[in-house]
C-alpha cells in the first residue's frame, strides 16, 4: 500500500525531493511547534525553514514532537547572507548551528538565501559543496539566484546544485530562469505559491476552483506542481488549511485550465524584494 500523500521528484545529484512541502516563513512560537508536528503526522514529509526566519528550534521542537523519524521526511533551511558569513569558516558554524537549532544530525537542503555581491561565490560554493562532503548536509541549494548567479554558482561547484528556490506563483514572470534551470537541470522550488493570499482573490482561480470542486489554494499548487520540474512550499500555520494543500499534489487540471492561468503572469506580479540583496531578475 502506498502511504505517501504527495511524489518525489528525482533530481540531477540524486535528491528524492517530495514536491509539495510546508513552508514556515511567519510561523512562530508554539503554533510553529503544532503546526509542524501535524504537518509530519498528516502525510506531509517536506519542511522548509531558514535560519533568518528564527524559528529553527520551533521546527526542531514540532519535528520531536511529531514522533515522525528523521529519515521520513526532507527537511530544508537556509543560510542568510551578510558581510563574512559565507567564508568556509563561518558557512561551517552557521550549518552547524542551524542543526543544533533544528536537533538533527543533517538537513537535506541546505541553500544559500539570497546571493550576496559582497562575498564572492568562487569561495561560498566549495564551502558549501564541503559540508554535503562532511554529510552536514545531503544536497546544495540557492535561492533567490538569477541566470548570471547561477552561472557563476555552477562554475565553482563540484556537486550538483539541485534547487533555485524563487518566488513562483501565477502572476510572476520566470519563463527565461525556468528554461535555463531545466537545461542545467535544476529544479525550480516556487515559494510564496499561493502568492501570498493574492491567489484567492482572482476570479480566473476562482472559476476553476469551482469547476474541479476545489480551493483556489489547490489550483495554484496544481499549476505549479502541473510542470515536473518544479516543487512547491505553501506556508499555512492554520490546522484547517493543512490538508487542502497536502491534496493539491493529487489534483490534475486540464490544458484549459492551465492555458488560462498561463495568462495571468505579468512583469508587475512579484511579491518579494530584499533591499539588500535583491539580483537583477531575469523576467
Ligand atoms: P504563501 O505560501 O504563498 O502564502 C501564505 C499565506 O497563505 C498565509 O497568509 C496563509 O495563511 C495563507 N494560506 C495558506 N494556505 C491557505 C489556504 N488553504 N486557504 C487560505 N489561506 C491559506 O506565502 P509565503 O509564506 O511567502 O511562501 C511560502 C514559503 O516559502 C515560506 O513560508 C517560506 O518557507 C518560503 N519562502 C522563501 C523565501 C526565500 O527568499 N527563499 C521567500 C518567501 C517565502 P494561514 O497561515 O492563516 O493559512
Known amino acids: ?30 503554533d510553529c511547534v503544532d503546526i509542524v508536528s501535524k504537518a509530519l503526522q ?22 520531536q514532537q511529531s514522533g515522525v523519524n528523521r529519515e521520513k521526511f526532507f527537511l530544508t533551511t537556509k543560510i542568510f547572507p551578510d558581510d563574512m558569513k559565507f567564508t568556509p569558516e563561518n558557512l561551517q558554524a552557521a550549518a552547524e548551528r542551524s542543526l543544533e537549532n533544528l536537533g538533527v544530525d543533517y538537513v537535506d537542503l541546505l541553500l544559500l538565501h ?21 554529510g552536514l548536509t ?15 554558482a555552477k562554475a565553482h561547484a563540484d556537486v550538483p ?3 533555485n528556490q524563487v518566488e513562483f506563483h501565477p502572476f510572476i514572470k520566470q519563463s527565461t530562469l525556468q528554461t535555463f534551470m531545466n537545461n542545467h537541470h535544476i529544479l525550480l522550488e516556487a515559494y510564496s505559491p499561493l502568492a501570498r493570499g493574492e491567489v ?28 515536473n520540474k518544479r516543487i512547491a ?28 492561468i498561463n495568462t495571468l503572469a505579468s512583469s508587475g506580479g512579484r511579491m518579494i524584494e530584499h533591499p539588500d540583496y535583491t539580483p537583477n531578475w531575469d523576467d
Open 233 to 260: 512550499i505553501p506556508k499555512t500555520a492554520n490546522p484547517e488549511h493543512l490538508q487542502g494543500n497536502l491534496d493539491a499534489a493529487q489534483v490534475r487540471l486540464d490544458s484549459d485550465d492551465i492555458a488560462q
Open 161 to 163: 546544485i539541485v534547487v
Open 114 to 134: 539570497w546571493p550576496d555581491e559582497r562575498v564572492p561565490l568562487a569561495e561560498t560554493m566549495p564551502a558549501l559543496c564541503a559540508l554535503q562532503k562532511q
Open 42 to 63: 498528516m502525510g506531509y514529509e517536506h519542511i522548509d525553514t531558514a535560519q533568518a526566519y528564527s524559528n529553527e528550534k520551533e521546527v526542531g521542537k514540532g519535528i
Open 1 to 30: 500500500m502506498n502511504l505517501h500523500k504527495t511524489y518525489n521528484i528525482r533530481t540531477a545529484g540524486a535528491a528524492n525531493i517530495p514536491v509539495l512541502g510546508l513552508g514556515t516563513w511567519q510561523s512562530t512560537g508554539q
Open 200 to 227: 484567492f482573490d482572482n476570479d480566473i482561480i476562482k472559476a476553476i476552483a469551482d469547476k474541479h470542486n476545489i480551493t483556489p489554494a489547490q489550483v495554484s499548487l496544481a499549476w505549479i506542481l502541473s510542470d
Open 138 to 152: 545531503r544536497h546544495i541549494g540557492v535561492s533567490n539566484f538569477n541566470i548570471d548567479y547561477l552561472l557563476e
